[in-house]
């Protein structure tokens, strides 16, 4: 077990964020993707700081050091699916994770859909749709196994009303949202999925590349991650929340 591990058992979890396995309390555990920096780097500290124990992963580990007490920092990306069955082991060491959180995602500068070169397309779908999948993959036979565990992606307010110039960012959101509505038909009751739109827009590195004279008029990532980690907590994993959902907060 790694001192961040260790401390997380030891000092950071409460009754209050815990599930029971076997009669017996154990720390409410989330896995998240693509943390290196923006929403899942602050989200991953909002979950931390609130007591949860949190594995990330990114395709780097240099923010190693960097990261506080309870989160565990692994290095993989989306984009390899043994890479991302390796994290889930981790991930899943001991207890299966309660909620995986899909959300490592790329951009592009907006230009008409014709002129965006063929490999930008693929790069786009390849982390943003097929990362899903592999982490998809990756996670849900524990959560399976053990017939309980909510699955995130994260989506976008342009997977579901498109913006110009931005074709392959909005069609691989747009393919999230309808991944994850036959996802739900697939699982069995216990395991739930949930499209999870940010909301509206948070001024990050991605939104100041199709954004860049308005992006910092939006909520920052920090605030934003306060509001979304509750509701991720309290209205979807402590609710019933399944199928597209949008965070609540200020910048709405």
Known sequence: MSSNETNCVETNCTETNSTEINGIKKPLKIAITGVSRGLGKMLSYALVAKGYQ??????SADMASETPDGFVLIEASVTEPDEMKKFAARANAGQAVDIVIANAGVIHERLPAWEIPIKE??????????????????????????????????????????????????????????MVGSLNDDLPVGVRAVALDPGNGINTQMLSVCLPDEHQNYISPKEWAEYASDYIINEIYQGDVAGSATVPHPGL
């Not at 949190?54 to 395709?59: A, D, E, K, N, Y």
């Not at 749709?129 to 565990?149: C, H």
């Not at 699955?151 to 579901?160: D, E, L, N, P, V």
């Open 54 to 59: 949190v594995f990330g992963c990114t395709p």
């Open 121 to 178: 397309w693929a790069r786009v779908m390849d982390v943003n749709l097929l990362g899903v999948v592999n982490t998809a993959q990756a996670f849900l036979p524990a959560m399976l196994e053990r017939n309980e565990g909510v699955f995130i992606a994260i989506s976008s307010g342009w997977g579901r009303s498109p913006s110009w110039g931005l074709g392959p960012y909005c069609a691989s959101k747009f393919a999230v949202e309808g």
